[in-house]
């Protein structure tokens, strides 16, 4: 017994020392890549994006389809519109913007240099794969970043599949191999000693609860999302067409699996009539109480939420529960009486269920919106539809979230696709959802910047940098690796268009490259 004990633990701490083997090798050789990428000129990083963009907008609807495919999650027709999103608005987005080049500050006398993350360790979630996939890599080269992608099992294949697409663009385009990798078939125990190397820089988290959590007690910097479960407030001043319009439209898109989707709707005696008649114009099935009733014990386990039920159609899920509705119904409407833990309908449904309550007045609307959020979600996002200004501002000043959609669709407004939000697919949460972060997660997050501060004394001049070279080396060896002597390494060149388009210096990138990892490899075998 103690003989098969000691040989099981044998075992794990081989099993453990294999997988961190295999992490350190693949982060390895995206640090070199990275002290390779950090030379390159403005122009060239923003070619290799661009060629990166282009391909992931190519592949937009192919890749919607395989998603659908592979996880049975959402509409094809939106993941297209999420994908294509993730690729050329993204990158006009940020283009103008300029993360490689100092910035010089004439009367502050300060000169700013961009210091990139390193190697940034990506989960992708399993409800908008590709579209995450595409937005993380262009967020990582913008800012000159190696990134390893890590695929959520459920959406493996096609995560897989389109990661090397991208690679083969950026490549092409002229970046160091080993920029982007992507692992294959990811585990737990392989996640977690990518999570915890001393290699990787910062992780980028986006999928469930346990994982994100399990990021930030990593040990390594983190940038993660907490859950959603988004309020929204339509007012008796509000266009209430046009506010169900809205809310159908978002709560069907893809059939709400980003987590920016409305989950509570509040509203006022007022408005009650007129906007149940118009969320029902807009394809909507008002559930009777038996209806809620069958809903709640479906959507609701001992265990949780149904997971069966992310990311199906509402026919689909009425039809699991046994609820009779017409065909072309988009969301389902369930009202309910109160809003705590004692009912479950009122916490996030990732499906086109929407819970529906009816406040006495304003104030108790935004005590009830405050009430949803503090079962989850909150600084996440929140919606309002109104035209008094008062009110929207109070209500924003009611929720604990860092952004609030107005007279938008909450889905598409809160990720950027409707509003002039940054457009993204991780969603910091901030202080009240305990995160560090409470914007939407772009490139900025992703390099810091060395302060150069003169003196601000007049009689101390303040230097020309506008004309000087602009090679800067970046983070320092590992410990463990200081036997690769600097003297022995070649001396850095400013990379630009044209030189990455000689097969010379590609040669010479995957020969010094090699060379680093061979001697790593020799000297921890030894």
């Known amino acids: 017994m103690q003989d098969s004990l000691f040989h099981s633990l044998i075992d794990i701490r081989e099993s453990k020392a294999g997988l961190l083997g295999k992490a350190d090798l693949v982060l390895e050789r995206a640090r070199w890549a990275t002290s390779i990428f950090e030379r390159y000129d403005i122009q060239t990083t923003i070619n290799i994006v661009k060629a990166v ?33 993730a690729s050329r608005y993204l990158f006009n987005y940020y283009v103008e913007q300029d993360f490689v080049n100092p910035r010089v500050n004439e009367e502050k006398k300060i000169v ?40 959520h ?24 191999e080993g920029i982007i990798q992507v692992l294959q078939s990811p ?49 008796s001043t509000a266009n209430i067409k046009m506010a169900a319009q809205r809310i159908i439209s978002s709560k069907s898109f893809d059939n709400s699996v980003l987590c920016t989707n409305e989950s509570v709707l509040i509203t006022v ?28 014990r479906f959507l609701f386990h001992p265990g949780g939420f149904n997971v ?33 833990v004692e009912e479950e309908l009122s916490k996030e449904k990732l499906c086109p269920v929407l819970s529906y309550h009816v406040a006495n007045d304003e104030k108790q609307a935004f005590a009830q919106a405050r009430a949803v959020l503090r079962l989850s979600g909150a600084g996440h996002s929140a919606a309002i539809h109104a035209e008094s ?43 009240f959802g305990r995160s560090s972060i409470g914007d939407n997660i772009g490139p900025q997050h992703l390099v810091h910047w060395t302060k150069v501060a003169y003196n601000r004394d007049e009689k101390v001049v303040f230097g020309n940098y506008h004309e000087i070279g602009k090679d800067f080396p970046g983070p320092l060896p590992e410990a463990e690796i200081e036997g690769l002597r600097p003297s022995s390494r070649k001396q850095p060149t400013k990379i630009t268009q044209n030189s990455v388009e000689s097969a010379e210096i590609r040669k010479e990138i995957r020969r010094l490259i090699s060379e680093e990892l061979k001697d790593l490899l020799g000297k921890s075998n030894g």
């Not at 026919?315 to 119904?329: D, V």
């Open 53 to 85: 963009s282009d391909a992931a907008f190519e592949m937009a609807e192919e890749f919607a389809g395989k998603a659908v495919e592979e996880t049975g999650f959402g509409i094809k027709e939106h993941k297209k519109t999420k994908n294509e999103m």
């Open 112 to 151: 700013e240099i961009p210091r990139p993350a390193g190697v940034i360790f990506a989960l992708i979630p399993s409800t908008n794969p590709i579209a995450t996939v595409n937005y993380k890599i262009i967020l990582a080269l913008l800012t000159r970043n190696a990134i390893v992608i890590s695929p």
């Open 153 to 176: 099992p459920a959406a493996q294949s096609c995560s897989y599949e389109a990661v090397q697409r991208l690679i083969h663009a950026a490549e092409k385009a002229g970046a160091p």
């Open 187 to 235: 585990t737990i125990p392989m996640v977690e000693a990518f999570m915890t190397s001393p290699k990787t820089n910062v992780i980028l988290a986006t999928g469930g609860t346990p994982m994100v959590r399990s990021a930030y007690s990593s040990s390594n910097p983190a940038i993660g999302v907490g859950p959603g479960n988004v309020p929204v407030y339509v007012d």
């Open 269 to 296: 005696p007022e408005a009650e009539n007129s906007l149940k008649l118009a969320l029902k114009a807009n394809k909507a099935h008002i559930c009777s109480k038996e209806d809620t009733d069958l809903l709640r």
């Open 308 to 340: 069966e039920a992310i990311g199906r159609s509402a026919t689909w899920i009425a039809n699991e529960c046994g609820i009779r509705l017409p065909s072309e119904t988009k969301v389902l409407i369930a009202p309910i009486s109160q809003i705590g």
């Open 389 to 431: 200004e008062e009110t929207i501002l109070n209500y924003s000043a009611h929720v604990e979230v860092y952004r609030v959609v107005v007279n938008a669709p909450s889905s598409q407004g809160a990720a950027g696709l409707e509003t002039n939000l940054a457009p993204t697919f991780t969603v910091g949460t901030g202080y």
